[in-house]
Nanobody
Framework: QVRLLESGGGLVQAGDSLRVSCAASGRIFSNHAMGWFRQTPGKEREFVAA????????YYADSVLGRFTISRDNAKNTMYLQMNSLKPGDTAVYYC????????????????????WGQGTQVTVSS
């Protein structure tokens, strides 16, 4: 069992930056690939970014490529999403997710790939 807790969401203006964090507890964090997803009311949860268990491989949705950076600190059992140049369209509840991985380079980009989920943190970007 892996427990995930997001933090760092809030209300910002367009163009601002924000960093959200995901603290993990339970099973060995460094054995798990991680990801960020987001969801708005009435829409399906969508992929934002993913990172391999070692942190050496990352992947981004086209909509955030060049603006968002995913990273992790395995010593602190924490994953981060640095969001720059935020837009109103980035407004959503952001969820972190985890799944056990046997590879230092694999990442996963679909909701069904992940086993563990946090409760989400709201990010609101005003225009």
């Amino acid at each position: 069992q892996v427990r995930l807790l997001e933090s760092g969401g809030g209300l910002v203006q367009a163009g601002d930056s924000l960093r959200v964090s995901c603290a993990a507890s339970g099973r060995i964090f460094s054995n798990h690939a991680m990801g960020w997803f987001r969801q708005t009311p009435g829409k399906e949860r969508e992929f934002v970014a993913a990172i391999s268990r070692s942190g050496g491989t990352t992947y981004y949705a086209d909509s955030v490529l060049g603006r968002f950076t995913i990273s992790r600190d395995n010593a602190k059992n924490t994953m981060y999403l640095q969001m720059n140049s935020l837009k109103p369209g980035d407004t959503a509840v952001y969820y972190c997710a985890a799944r056990q991985s046997t590879s230092n380079s694999y990442f996963y980009i679909t909701v069904s790939d992940y086993i563990y989920w946090g409760q989400g943190t709201q990010v609101t970007v005003s225009s």
